[in-house]
């Protein structure tokens, strides 16, 4: 008998030879079966594959052919275990797949709520039915906005890929301190962010710029700058 045969035998002792053996999951069976302990591998192999007496299953276990019995008929109800069945079948370990699946969304979802949380209370986001929209431009890589190339480069090369690293520089001063970004920049920087929502960080900035150079805010003004 092959090691598909044997675990096809398993598997019909343990959902019954009614059931389909296209449903049975070999590697699950062989991989359930590792887990059994030794006597109750040999009494499963003496009297399932090798088709031994109770008796002499007995005497592979060195115990009588009743306690031969009782063990076999102990290890097939322990196999049929929800635990154990479910990596034995096909369809079983969809089912589970399924029901994780569905736990793991219910998770991302959840994470997703304490994300628009956190967004609220760090850069006081509105609230309401518009709020998850406007949550989702905190994931938008900096490559699907409209920055000069320089600009976007420079931001890059600095480790700012998305709008949420942007919202973190927390000064004019230290937007100042990426490479390439000069005043003009920056002020480019504050007027894009601006008009994609973000007015209060936007509104700190051009406080920052006010105080670093007036002159910056006339230019936010104009539309902002093409220079550094």
């Known amino acids: 008998m092959t090691d598909k045969q044997y675990a096809l ?13 296209e449903d049975a999951n070999i590697r699950g069976i062989e991989a359930v079966l590792n887990e059994l302990s030794d006597r109750e591998r040999i009494v499963l192999e003496s009297r399932l594959r090798h088709e031994k007496t109770f008796e002499c299953v007995g005497q592979d276990i060195k ?6 019995g009782r063990l076999l008929t102990k290890t097939i109800v322990k196999l049929r275990h929800p635990s154990r069945a479910k990596h034995m079948k096909i369809s079983l ?3 589970d797949r399924d029901v994780y699946r569905e736990l793991y969304n219910d998770a991302l979802n959840t994470i997703y709520d304490l994300k628009v949380q956190a967004a609220q209370l760090a850069y006081r986001m509105p609230v309401g039915e ?6 989702a431009k905190f994931e ?4 699907e906005i409209d920055f000069p190339a320089n600009i976007k480069n420079a931001l ?10 942007i919202l973190a520089i927390p000064t004019f001063e230290k937007i100042l301190d990426i ?6 920049f920056a002020i480019d920087i504050i007027k894009i962010m601006r008009d994609l929502g973000f007015r209060e960080w936007s509104d700190n900035m051009i406080a ?9 805010v006339t230019a936010l003004a104009n539309g902002g700058a093409g220079n550094a």
């Open 9 to 21: 035998l398993i598997y019909h002792n343990v959902f019954g030879y009614a059931a389909d053996p």
């Open 63 to 68: 115990a009588c052919k009743v306690t031969a």
């Open 93 to 95: 370990l969809e089912k």
């Open 130 to 135: 518009n709020f998850k929209p406007a949550f």
């Open 140 to 143: 938008i890589s900096i490559m």
């Open 156 to 165: 890059l090369r600095a480790g700012k890929g998305s709008v949420e690293s």
């Open 179 to 184: 490479d390439r970004i000069g005043s003009r």
């Open 208 to 216: 920052g710029a006010r105080d670093y150079d007036a002159s910056l």
